[in-house]
Nanobody, 114 residues
């Protein structure tokens, strides 16, 4: 099983980024997909979720700014991040979950700074 995140980088406050997480080795459409993030010195925190039937859930801190989506034909989940703030700076991880199985990617760094 492999989850590979991409799309991170350095962006100015107010800017946008689109993260991708490509999955292999799993039946992607059967998995709930989550995004988490971890800032330096802080615990990993939930960001967004999309279920197998495309129900979406967001952390209050990103609601209205971030959008999660999935493309089952490409085995990929996306996180569109708009109106980025310095406090969004973190390593972003995707997580694939089905029943008692869970898999993590290696993370992609997002830095919001002027």
């Amino acid at each position: 099983v492999q989850l590979v995140e991409s799309g991170g980088g350095l962006v100015q406050p107010g800017g946008s980024l689109r993260l991708s997480c490509a999955a292999s080795g799993i039946l992607f459409s059967f998995y709930r997909m989550d995004w988490y993030r971890q800032a330096p010195g802080k615990q990993r925190e939930f960001v967004a979720r999309i279920t197998t039937d495309a129900t979406r859930t967001y952390a209050d801190s990103v609601k209205g700014r971030f959008t999660i989506s999935r493309d089952n034909t490409k085995n990929t989940v996306y996180l569109q991040m708009n109106s980025l703030r310095p406090e969004d700076t973190a390593v972003y991880y995707c997580n694939a979950v089905r029943l008692s199985n869970g898999y993590w990617g290696q993370g992609t760094q997002v830095t919001v700074s002027s």
